[in-house]
């Protein structure tokens, strides 16, 4: 008998190339898709002019009057010609789609728009980002990209395919970097959402250290994984306490990125990921309608992995350590108790203790373990953790934005401005000291659930283990999911964040005016 847990073969993302060729004459194209500009009246962009030539009864700009078309971004007119045109026979459908006014995130939807229009097809050429490539490769990638993801666990095999091809016409090899940055970024986040929408009956924490050891030897990382035994030995009291309850045990992930022409003088930043494989809530259980999504709980620790296995292919000038604090929520006799005191690393006199008033606070006591091993072990310049930490930060802003906490004013503004321009809003909150108080323990150094404002308290909880360093804090439980199919989220588990680091730590001096 076959195992019964085995994940199924997924589809993979469209091959994105470049052809310097016009669209129609890309062998194979089923599909073209040319940009439609917004104005007083419609224009079209590159490729079009060559395509009348290849076939004059073809009247465009008519279809889209026809069509009431306006050209913003994400709009498309589809128009079937049967028998294809000169030079491209198997040519059998042309789409028309606008990009507004052609700023990233309309070049993003664009692509969103031609990976809704094509799935289930084989090539796709577009001259949509060659109306201003500089602008538009990346979104344009990203969105084509991310709008093609599913998951499929049927017998039948996924409802739809993304399409296999898409060719971006008019664009030569003067284009390449720009190409294999877009597709790293793209790639991130497929593999952030792949990783968060995997179920939990396989993904446990060891399932999460395998897919670590992957990426480490397909992107030549350093890496280094932690059993429970090690934890033991070492003192991570967070991550076995939370672990506790669990038949799959907690781990400790570890991958160091150095740049190629690395230095002692060369700055590090530390990436601290909550990797919860799965919460129940423990001894304070979840309610069951709470409960179905946190599958997506360690989606920090996704974040952090995908980041880390595009690092070089951005080119990021920085060294990066990425750790993830993989455990397990579970209820079971082992479990910890409300009322536990668990010491944090490293496990001796020197190391701050936490009371367990809420077996339901847990990401913040393995992120702690981790974020004291980066300042006591890598000795970074900054931290930046990434967690789906608080139903409240939820309630707070919605599921469009995600939350962002720092220490540091620089670093909060570059975070910030990374999230917007890749998609992925972010809103500083503040780390108002005076909650501070609300921390307080009768009997340990801090209380894992001080109460309201909960996204707050849980930061300024963390903020103890980030060693006075600049240090910045994800709460991404509002985002982590998506609802419904939208722009370039498909329904599910989002993977949210790993563009906003990668755009980031990919510029060329990420840490200006920080260290
Ligand atoms: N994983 C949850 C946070 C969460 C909630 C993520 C909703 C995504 C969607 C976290 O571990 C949690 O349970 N937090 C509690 C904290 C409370 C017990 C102090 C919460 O927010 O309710
Ligand atoms: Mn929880
Ligand atoms: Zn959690």
Redesign the pocket.
């Known amino acids: 008998m076959a195992d019964a847990i085995t994940l199924p073969p997924q589809v993979s993302p469209p091959a994105v190339t470049l052809d310097e060729r016009v669209p129609h004459a890309v062998a194979g194209a089923e599909v073209i898709a040319l940009p439609v500009l917004p104005g007083e009246s419609l224009m079209l962009g590159p490729g079009a002019a060559a395509l009348a030539d290849a076939a004059s009864d073809l009247d465009l700009l008519g279809i889209l009057e026809a069509e009431h078309a306006s050209g913003k971004a994400g709009e498309v007119v589809s128009y079937v010609v049967p028998g294809g045109v000169r030079g491209n026979k198997a040519l059998r459908r042309i789409l028309l789609v606008g990009v507004g006014a052609q700023r990233p995130v309309d070049f993003r939807r664009a692509g969103v728009a031609v990976a809704r229009a094509t799935r289930d097809l084989s090539t796709v050429a577009t001259t949509i980002p060659a109306l201003d490539p500089d602008v538009a490769v990346e979104p344009f990638v990203v969105g084509v990209t991310l709008a093609s993801f599913s998951f499929d666990w049927r017998a039948s095999g996924p409802v739809h395919r993304p399409v296999g091809s898409v060719v971006l016409a008019e664009l030569g090899s003067a284009y390449d970097g720009s190409l294999s940055r877009s597709v790293a970024v793209a790639t991130a986040g497929w593999r952030s959402r792949f990783l968060a929408t995997v179920p939990s009956n396989i993904k446990n924490p060891a399932w999460l250290a395998e897919q670590a050891l992957t990426i480490a030897d397909a992107s030549g990382l350093k890496v280094k994984v932690w059993d429970e035994q090690q934890l033991a030995k070492e003192g991570f009291g967070g991550l076995l306490g939370v672990g506790s309850g669990s038949p799959t045990p907690p781990r400790l992930i570890r991958l160091d990125y150095a740049p190629p022409k690395a230095s002692r003088k060369t700055p590090t930043v530390a990436l601290v990921g909550k990797g919860?494989t799965f919460?129940t809530?423990g001894l304070?259980l979840?309610p069951g309608d709470?409960m179905t999504?946190?599958k997506r709980?360690m989606t920090g620790g996704a974040i952090v992995l995908s980041t880390m296995a595009a690092l070089a292919a951005v080119g990021c000038p920085v060294r990066v350590v990425g750790l993830v604090a993989a455990a397990e929520?579970a209820v079971s006799g082992s479990s910890m108790r409300p009322g536990d005191v668990l010491r944090h690393f490293p496990g001796d006199k020197t190391a701050r203790t936490s009371e367990v008033t809420?077996t339901?606070?847990?990401?913040r006591l393995v992120l702690a373990d981790a974020m004291a091993y980066a300042v006591a072990q890598v000795k970074p310049d900054v931290i930046v953790d990434v967690a789906?930490?608080?139903?409240?930060i939820?309630v707070a802003l919605g599921q469009q934005v995600g939350g962002l906490f720092a220490n540091h004013d620089v670093l909060a503004a570059i975070l910030e401005g990374a999230a917007e321009a890749t998609g992925e809003p972010l809103w500083r909150m503040p780390l108002s000291s005076t909650y501070e108080d609300k921390l307080a323990s009768p009997i340990a150094d801090a209380d894992n659930?001080a109460g309201t404002p909960?996204a707050i308290t849980?930061a300024l909880f963390l903020q103890h283990f980030a060693g006075g360093l600049p240090w910045a804090h994800l709460d991404l439980?509002s985002v982590?999911?998506t609802p419904e199919d939208r722009d370039e989220w498909t329904k599910g588990p989002s993977g949210w964040g790993a563009r906003t680091l990668l755009t980031w730590l990919g510029s060329p001096e990420p840490l200006a005016g920080v260290v």
Not at 360 to 363: L, M
Not at 388 to 392: E, F, P, S
């Open positions: 919860i919460d809530g304070n979840k709470s999504t946190m709980d929520n809420n339901d606070a847990e990401g789906t930490l608080t139903g409240a939820k659930s909960q849980a439980a982590g999911d």
